[in-house]
């Protein structure tokens, strides 16, 4: 069965400190999509980033970094020099490659609090 | 560029009326559509998916229905509300293999 845990219910963090969000997933597909999304508090979800199974290359967009690691089954969110517009809850998830339905499943979250 | 919307964004309901979420998506064709509730403080549950018109998958036996008149139109519906219902409601649309894209969500609460 495919699940996707985020263990950190909610971190808080000063302006301008690192944070890392954790994400562990576990699926037996080959051909699997990771994903992250972003819920700030008007509460429309939105897109981060998609990941292939079969790209393990970490990601950098501008504050933003994901570090793919398949040994651990982690795929893991750091958001460098926080803001407080970071402020949201964070929300990764995993989808199969061997369907056509693309059906997502989420983690429960990690509401990310930036405090200036 | 593709758009997605939902309404209405808040409804305040009575248990045991009738319901009826419309989601619909602009600037796509033949895309999979979604329906996700997530209940006060926790993650995303799917309640429904669409590969296309009329073709509806339901994830969780609960006392809601989804249907797919038209190619981009969504429907969530409900006979008889419960308490249990209440949560906040987002539609999402995709194509294969591809990220899932939201719509701004509607508030259901029901008394």
């Known amino acids: 069965a495919q699940k996707v845990t985020q263990a950190q219910t909610e971190i808080s963090v000063v302006e301008k400190e690192d944070v890392t969000l954790d994400c562990v997933y576990e699926?037996?597909?080959?051909?699997?999509?990771l994903f992250w999304y972003k819920q700030p508090p008007s509460g429309e979800l939105v897109f981060l980033i998609r990941?292939?199974?079969?790209?393990?290359q970490n990601e950098i967009s501008g504050r933003y970094s994901w570090n793919f690691q398949k040994s651990t089954s982690s795929f893991n969110f750091t958001i460098t020099a926080s803001q407080v517009v970071d402020s949201a809850v964070y929300f990764c998830?995993?989808?199969?490659?061997?369907?056509?339905?693309?059906?997502?499943?989420f983690g429960t979250g990690t509401r990310l609090q930036v405090f200036p | 560029s593709q758009t997605i919307h939902q309404w209405p964004a808040t409804l305040v309901q009575p248990v045991g009326s009738p319901l009826s979420l419309e989601c619909t998506v602009e600037?796509?064709?033949?895309?999979?559509l979604y329906w996700y509730r997530q209940a006060a403080g926790r993650g995303l549950q799917l309640l429904f998916y669409s590969v296309g018109i009329g073709q509806i998958s339901s994830e969780v036996p609960q006392n809601l229905s989804a249907s797919r008149p038209q190619d981009r139109q969504f429907i969530l519906s409900s006979k008889k509300l419960l308490l249990s219902d209440s949560g906040f409601y987002l539609c999402?649309?995709?194509?294969?293999?591809?990220?899932?894209?939201f719509g701004p969500g509607t508030r259901l609460t029901v008394l």
């Open positions: 600037g796509t064709s033949n895309p999979n």
């Open positions: 999402a649309w995709s194509v294969i293999n591809n990220e899932q894209f």
């Open positions: 990941r292939n199974s079969f790209d393990e």
């Open positions: 699926t037996r597909d080959t051909t699997y999509y």
């Open positions: 998830a995993l989808s199969g490659g061997s369907y056509n339905t693309d059906k997502l499943i």
